[in-house]
């Protein structure tokens, strides 16, 4: 069916990535960094030239768009959704995309850069490249195909559908977040506008990888308070509690339960931040794992170990509280398996090798599940 059709991918990709989209976590305003903006208008503008009225762009960064549906049966509306941002690491201005045709084995070298190179040693999936064309950066500059590329495919996959109405297909939804490098993808998402039962985020890695599970996650502060008076005449009085809390740091699992040497499916107990004075300190800890029942277990574990160490010192005392963060969206997604289905079909039918993969992490994708379910399911443990 795509015999006559010219994509617009590659074209929409290299465009794309030439806008400047980088995302600051420093940032407190939303979108992070305005010029966000200037690829979402862009999309405006073509979502608009396509024939899609509804196209929307709102104060928050967000893009909007609706694919009408031209079936006769009642199917759920479905979401597509990517983001504009890229990444804090790299600079994304300047993004000079190189189109490297026919790919015949080998390394890339980037010209702006001699000593980057990109080898089939250091990336094995190259080596099933061979024969197809490679967009790369130029050496300076990241090149932004997280996440323009799953931006790219979705304005392609609405141009497709909007000039081949003989393609039958449900109301679709169209989602262009911001911030999602920073973890405020979905932020302000309006899920009533949004209206969408089901939803894809297109934001993966190799060809053909489904993606269907993602860490359980929750945060753990602990305050710990010391006991202080003047060091010069502290002795059998004061309690450090900067020393508290660096004796907690230093007995938590090694071996096991930490993230530099866990992988798979094993979660962890993993400190992000430590801050404070000799009177009080706060450690923060991030609790991670595939089985949202195993997070109680490593929290009731790390409030143990608090609770022993700070009695061993009189006169401290410690709060402990944890947040809820985000869930496995496969919980959500066990209760819908056509959705999953849906997708591994889709997979096929692109000539493609399925690859299931887990995400040691989040996503827009968790967030999203858990956002539609507490829509429709009021669920109160989620913040
Ligand atoms: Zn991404």
Known sequence: MFEQYAFTASERFMRYVQVDTQSNPQSHSQPSTEKQKDLSRILLQELKEMGIADAELDEHGYVYATIPSNADADVPVICFCSHVDTAPDASGRGVKPLLHRNYTGGDLVLPDDASIVISPKDFPYLE??????????????????????????????????????????????????????????????????????????????????????????????????????????AKDKLVNALKIGGELLAQLPKKELSPETTDGKQGFIHPVRFEGIAERCTLEFIIRDFDTALLKPKEDFLRELTQIIVESHPGATFEFTVTEQYRNMKEVLDQHPEVVAHAKEAIRRAGLTLKMESIRGGTDGSRLSWGVERHTNARDAYR
């Open 128 to 233: 099933q490249l061979k024969g197809h064309d490679i967009i790369t950066a130029s050496g300076t500059t990241l090149l932004g195909a997280d996440d323009k590329a799953g931006v790219a495919e979705i304005m392609d996959a609405a141009h497709y559908l909007m000039t081949h109405p003989e393609v039958k297909h449900g109301a679709i939804r169209i989602l262009f977040t911001p911030d999602e490098e920073v973890g405020r993808g979905t932020a302000k998402v309006d899920m009533q506008k949004l209206g969408a039962r089901f939803g894809y985020t297109l934001d993966g890695g190799e060809a053909g990888s489904l993606e269907d599970e993602t860490f359980s996650a929750d945060g753990v502060t602990i305050v710990i308070n010391g006991v202080i008076t003047h060091p010069g005449y």
